[in-house]
T-cell receptor
Framework: AQSVTQLGSHVSVSEGALVLLRCNYSSSVPPYLFWYVQYPNQGLQLLLKYTSAATLVKGINGFEAEFKKSETSFHLTKPSAHMSDAAEYFCAVTGGSSGDKLTFGTGTRLAVRP | GAVVSQHPSRVICKSGTSVKIECRSLDFQATTMFWYRQFPKQSLMLMATSNEGSKATYEQGVEKDKFLINHASLTLSTLTVTSAHPEDSSFYIC???????????FGPGTRLLVL
């Protein structure tokens, strides 16, 4: 079984500041890990994914995440926040097999202050 | 990336009526699709896994007779909310794995409001 924990349901940063959204996972098998972003009243858009290749994964919009097995973490970062980054972010895990269902974290709402 | 569409995007219906939501994979075939439900300011809750040509697999606590799922082709899955009640009001999202099987693509969601 897999699960993810997102620490901090709300994160607020100033425009231009570092964004750090935390995700820790639990999995009985080598995991695939994902970060998705959701804007109001919209579906989910894939930001990036880890599928057992490089541990530092770069995604869209300047986001990246690092898979750390020893810490069971997959934190999402962006060096400089933009106002347009304000959204809900979800970390998700699956068991590494094609077709497996995703298990989502509870989400982190990112606010960006001018 | 792969595209998944949903129709309608919003629907308002009276209590007791049934509502059908369509989920289509536009540029790839999907033998498996997933249906999620999302309440305001909450995460996605998996309702069921839709399998082409066979019965859907429902998550614990989801009423299969209330949420009917039909996956009649490799590009279309439908979710029918039968005898809808106000507590069924929610945001329903579908998804499907892309061709390589490494990324799950999501539809834009359907907002259902039952009066």
């Amino acid at each position: 079984a897999q699960s993810v924990t997102q620490l901090g349901s709300h994160v607020s940063v100033s425009e231009g500041a570092l964004v750090l959204l935390r995700c820790n996972y639990s999995s009985s098998v080598p995991p695939y890990l994902f970060w998705y972003v959701q804007y109001p009243n919209q579906g989910l858009q894939l930001l990036l994914k880890y599928t057992s290749a490089a541990t530092l994964v770069k995604g869209i919009n300047g986001f990246e995440a690092e898979f750390k097995k020893s810490e069971t973490s997959f934190h999402l970062t962006k060096p400089s926040a933009h106002m347009s980054d304000a959204a809900e972010y979800f970390c998700a895990v699956t068991g590494g097999s094609s077709g497996d269902k995703l298990t989502f974290g509870t989400g982190t709402r990112l606010a960006v202050r001018p | 990336g792969a595209v998944v569409s949903q129709h309608p995007s919003r629907v308002i219906c009276k209590s007791g009526t049934s509502v059908k939501i369509e989920c289509r994979s536009l540029d790839f075939q999907a033998t498996t699709m997933f249906w999620y439900r999302q309440f305001p300011k909450q995460s996605l809750m998996l309702m069921a896994t839709s399998n082409e040509g066979s019965k859907a697999t429902y998550e614990q606590g989801v009423e299969k007779d209330k949420f009917l799922i039909n996956h009649a082709s490799l590009t279309l899955s439908t979710l029918t909310v039968t005898s809808a009640h106000p507590e069924d009001s929610s945001f329903y999202i579908c998804s499907a794995w892309g061709l390589a099987g490494e990324t799950q693509y999501f539809g834009p969601g359907t907002r259902l409001l039952v009066l």
